[in-house]
């Protein structure tokens, strides 16, 4: 049996906490504070180790989100998961 357990991030603008929770909930709160900077710096920071993360914030919410699907479920699963779909034929 696998077992997957979900990484929580937690983001922050200056001393203040923007979000906390799934990455599919927290990266959207950062793309708006994102847009709508006000010079302070935003950090994420991944609750598992306390490292600092980066997330690619190109496109819009669905880009994000769905990149974001793909990067856990490679790290869930490992080289079992191909990054693109067409490629688990190849």
Do not use: W, Y
Not at 37 to 50: C, E, L, Q, R, S
Not at 67 to 82: C, E, S
Request: no cysteine; aromatic share 4%; proline share 7%.
């Amino acid at each position: 049996m696998i077992q997957i357990t979900l990484q929580r991030l937690t983001a922050f603008t200056g001393h203040r906490q923007l979000a906390s929770g799934p990455p599919a909930e927290v990266a959207p709160a950062v793309l708006k504070a994102f847009r709508g900077a006000d010079g302070k710096p935003i950090v994420i920071f991944d609750d598992g180790n306390g490292k600092q993360i980066d997330l690619d914030l190109r496109g819009g919410e669905q880009d994000i989100v769905a990149r974001l699907h793909d990067h856990i479920v490679r790290l869930a699963f490992g080289a079992l998961a191909p990054v693109d779909p067409t490629e688990a034929t190849r």
